[in-house]
């Protein structure tokens, strides 16, 4: 069989090399050509769930059943998108369709038990939540008694407090794989969440000088150190906005988180942090962090962690003209900033609505809305850009939430701004990273792009949950 673009053998030879862009638009053309052929969508699936793409993903697994209920790949497709976006029930009832069908498949065995473990896990959480008032985790922890043992010759709060020695110094240890006193994380994590609790949702500055502005981070802790050593150290002349996704995927999340939330402490008024869509329970779930808090720490430290994230701003106002949000705009239009200030946020995000919204949609280049490619919230053109900014006398947004090659991106006529601060993402996207400075006389971006560093052997995804590890057959 030739090798041409036209035929399955270079479809697939995409998907192999990991080239899924190519993948996509090489099964649509076949498609087009060949739209009952249910192992194109099952393909074009594949490439979807490898971009992050779940919405598209999952309708390509469904119409490939359609076309041929027969086709079990289709259930293995459709299950890893429903479980991507949180829906477990009903990944385990297509889990199931394997079991029956192939009895004696390990493979499937295992993937069925650990989406069911899930789905009885969920129930468990709800059945208590209804039972009573969930308490704080603060009220359990005894920090006070908490003893730090001889031998630990690693980083301490100085009184209690987070100084810059002690943020020097905790990055050192991190740099080299060792670990923060559990009380010390403790700490942090209490003083953290008292200070996002008293702030607003819609966090509004007037810059007089210079901010830095980063996208996604993913816990690739030694991408955020070759941050601060080509850009300086936060300091209140040198002040940080860090926008959503600081863990998840990438295998140093907890280093990565627990140096943000330091400098927020040293440096609360010249610090900024907003909330992403992986700031959740579901996607801590699925991807990694959860699973990394438990190994290095324990189950009771992630529940705080989750009742930390819930307090994170969900966007910032800068000189009354430029909006940052980790996602996007909004579903409908008509959204005012005075609806954001009202967000109550301290909870996990809803499937539709402005909080959801802010967390999780995506530009597009055509005129209005479409579903989103996720399969949550929207997607939005520049007109849906351009009401929003001229409803709310703003000048441009600012977002993150994509990988982009060059580490940013500008669209929407430069009304919509794209940064992305994780370069090589998981280790296989060959990205940049960027991030942005503005400065307060015109408000002009001006992107910085820099590449990946080395770092330690630890793949990403390895504290991930399992059915998200494996290759999806």
């Not at 699925?286 to 969900?314: D, H, I, R």
Request: proline fraction near 4%; charge should be neutral.
């Amino acid at each position: 069989m030739s090798d041409s673009r036209e035929s399955p053998l270079y479809q697939i030879k995409c998907i192999y090399i990991k080239d899924y862009d190519n993948a996509i638009k090489y099964y649509t053309e076949a498609l087009e050509l060949n739209p009952a052929n249910a192992i194109y969508f099952s393909n074009r699936s594949l490439a979807y769930l490898r971009t992050e793409c779940y919405g598209y993903a999952l309708a390509d697994a469904t119409k490939c059943l359609e076309i041929d209920k027969n086709y079990i790949k289709g259930y293995y497709r459709r299950a890893t998108s429903n479980m991507a976006l949180g829906k477990f029930k009903a990944a385990l009832k297509d889990y199931e369709t394997v079991v029956r069908v192939r009895p004696n498949d390990k493979d499937a065995k295992m993937k069925y038990q650990e989406c069911n473990k899930i789905v009885k896990q969920k129930a468990f959480e709800r059945a208590i939540a209804s039972d009573e008032m969930k308490k704080s985790v603060v009220d359990s922890l005894d920090i006070e008694n908490m003893m730090i043992e001889d031998e630990y010759t690693g980083p301490k709060l100085e009184e209690g407090k987070v100084t810059m020695r002690f943020m020097k110094e905790m990055m050192e240890c991190f740099k080299d794989q060792k670990k923060l006193h559990r009380k010390c994380a403790y700490q942090i994590l209490i003083q953290v969440k008292e200070l996002l609790s008293k702030l607003p949702s819609l966090v509004e500055i007037t810059l007089k000088e210079k901010i830095t502005i980063c996208g996604d981070t993913h816990g690739q802790f030694y991408d955020l150190l070759n941050i601060f050593e080509l850009n300086g150290l936060p300091s209140e002349t040198n002040p940080y906005l860090f926008n959503g996704d600081f863990v998840d995927r990438g295998s140093f999340s907890l280093e990565v988180i627990l140096t943000l939330f330091g400098f927020k402490l040293l440096l609360p008024d010249s610090f900024y942090l907003l909330r992403g869509n992986h700031e959740t329970d579901n996607m801590n779930q699925m991807y990694g962090f959860e699973g990394e808090v438990k190994a290095k720490y324990t189950t009771q430290m992630f529940t705080l962690f989750s009742e930390v994230f819930q307090w994170l701003p969900l966007a910032q106002c800068i000189n009354g003209k430029v909006l940052v949000m980790h996602g996007g705009l909004f579903s409908e239009d008509g959204v005012m900033l005075d609806d954001l200030r009202k967000i109550d946020r301290n909870r996990q995000p809803p499937d539709s609505g402005p909080m959801c919204d802010l967390l999780w949609s995506d530009p597009q280049p055509q005129n209005g809305r479409s579903v989103s490619k996720r399969g949550v919230s929207c997607q939005f053109g520049p007109d849906v850009t351009e009401r929003f900014l001229d409803q709310n006398k703003l000048d441009y947004i600012v977002r993150s939430h994509e990988v982009k090659a060059e580490g940013y991106e500008v669209t929407h006529s430069g009304k919509c701004i794209t940064v992305f601060s994780a370069p090589n993402y998981c280790d296989q996207m060959a990205n940049k990273g960027a991030y942005i400075h503005l400065r307060g006389s015109d408000l002009k971006p001006e992107f910085h792009q820099f590449t990946a560093v080395p770092h330690p052997n630890v793949k990403p995804m390895a504290y991930a949950n399992s059915l998200m590890q494996m290759g999806m057959m």
